[in-house]
């Protein structure tokens, strides 16, 4: 059962993939919306945005980070991530190493099948993880301080 909370965060990010104004995926046609919870209650919401070049394609949790912490945003509860597709989809691997550098591993994520609310978590409806599930073993920014061996005479 989702906190009020977290259920203004499900709504958030499926407002964020439904408004076909804010997804731009004309290649892959696979919109995907994105929403973090903040500490202060604030929620910030993303969008895929495709590009010709897929190298500068950005996906919709980046995009939620981005934004947030480009205006000062850094301290998040939860995330929800939902799509078109009737099964909850996972970050891609790029965005699991960018929420490492940002979520605490035991930050909740909601992954969000496209048809909620007509599915109940029993019947395959929302998942939830971990930022730490997705990314076990990871590299994060208290790694850049551990000590080197050096090499030398």
């Known amino acids: 059962m989702l906190t009020d909370h977290h259920q203004r965060l499900v ?3 499926i407002q964020g993939c439904i408004a076909k104004e804010y997804a731009y995926a004309p290649y892959s046609k696979f919109r995907v919306g994105a929403a973090f919870l903040c500490a202060d209650d604030t929620i910030v919401k993303g969008a895929n945005v495709e590009n010709a070049s897929w190298g ?3 996906c919709a949790e980046r995009t939620a980070v981005v934004k947030a912490v480009s205006e000062g945003q850094k301290d998040f509860t ?4 939902t799509s078109d597709v009737a099964t909850p989809i996972s970050p891609c691997g790029i965005c699991r190493q960018v929420l490492r550098e940002f979520c605490t591993s035991d930050m909740p994520i909601f992954l969000v ?5 007509k599915k109940d978590a ?7 993880v ?7 073993h990871s590299f994060g ?3 850049l301080e551990l000590p080197r061996k050096t090499t030398g005479p």
């Open 130 to 136: 971990t930022a730490g599930s997705l990314l076990p």
């Open 78 to 81: 939860a995330l929800a991530v």
């Open 11 to 13: 709504e958030a990010a």
């Open 122 to 128: 029993e019947d395959g409806g929302i998942l939830e």
């Open 56 to 58: 500068g394609t950005i």
């Open 113 to 117: 099948p496209a048809d909620y609310p």
């Open 141 to 143: 920014p208290e790694d």
